[in-house]
């Protein structure tokens, strides 16, 4: 597509632009749905060993979706630490406990 002024326009005035702030919601909604699912399902393991192995088996799935959003990208971007292989807004803690 060509941008030119008449492009801009229609794309900074279509209806679109109003629905960004439901988009935006119903995905912070998704990834909260999705936070709190991968808690509880490491928590309901009825002891440490068990919830070490539930951890084990979801990471890779979440795993998954960061690369699937990342794509190729290297590195972190500004803000962001790498911590075990992935981009966090904070220091990695383990990095501290040692």
């Known amino acids: 597509m060509v941008i030119n002024e008449k492009t801009t326009a229609e794309i900074t005035t279509s209806k679109y632009t109003d629905d960004f702030p439901k988009a935006y919601i ?5 990834l909260d749905a999705l936070e709190i699912k991968a808690l509880r399902y490491v928590l ?3 002891n440490a060993t068990a919830r070490i192995e539930l951890a084990k ?3 890779p799935l979440l795993r ?4 699937q959003i ?3 990208e290297t590195g972190c971007d500004d803000g962001l ?3 075990d292989g992935v981009c966090v807004p904070y220091d990695c803690p383990w990095e501290n406990l040692e």
């Open 26 to 30: 119903r995905l912070r909604t998704v």
């Open 44 to 46: 309901k393991g009825e």
């Open 57 to 59: 088996k979801i990471e």
């Open 64 to 67: 998954h979706c960061i690369e």
């Open 70 to 72: 990342q794509g190729i």
């Open 81 to 83: 630490n790498l911590c």
